[in-house]
């Protein structure tokens, strides 16, 4: 069983313990959704569009997938500041990534 430990902005950084052992599907999407304190409305879109990318439904969601799909999305995000850094007006690298 894995626990993460951190700070959610929400509440004021107090501090949270989730135990995911046996956490999965939906159940796991929207406890990271939540977990990033921004708006369901807001991340929950990208996110779905993260998984899809990697062939990977809400429902079915596991903690290895979550790791490759926000593996990937680091990567991405990389990509993109090296971009940037190259003179790639920022966005460019990822745009069409997502859809």
């Not at 052992?21 to 807001?42: I, Q, Y």
């Not at 990509?79 to 990534?97: C, F, H, Q, V, W």
């Amino acid at each position: 069983m894995s626990e993460l430990y951190g700070c959610l902005p929400a509440n004021g950084c107090a501090g949270y313990r989730l135990t995911v052992g046996e956490m999965m599907g939906n159940k796991l999407f929207a406890e990271v959704t939540e977990l990033t304190g921004l708006p369901e409305e807001l991340i929950g879109k990208d996110f779905k569009a993260l998984l899809e990318r990697k062939g990977v439904a809400p429902e079915s969601l596991t903690m290895q997938s979550l790791r490759e799909v926000l593996a990937d999305y680091l990567t991405q995000i990389n990509e993109e500041i090296n971009a940037s850094a190259d003179g790639i007006s920022p966005g460019t690298a990822l745009r069409g990534k997502l859809s």
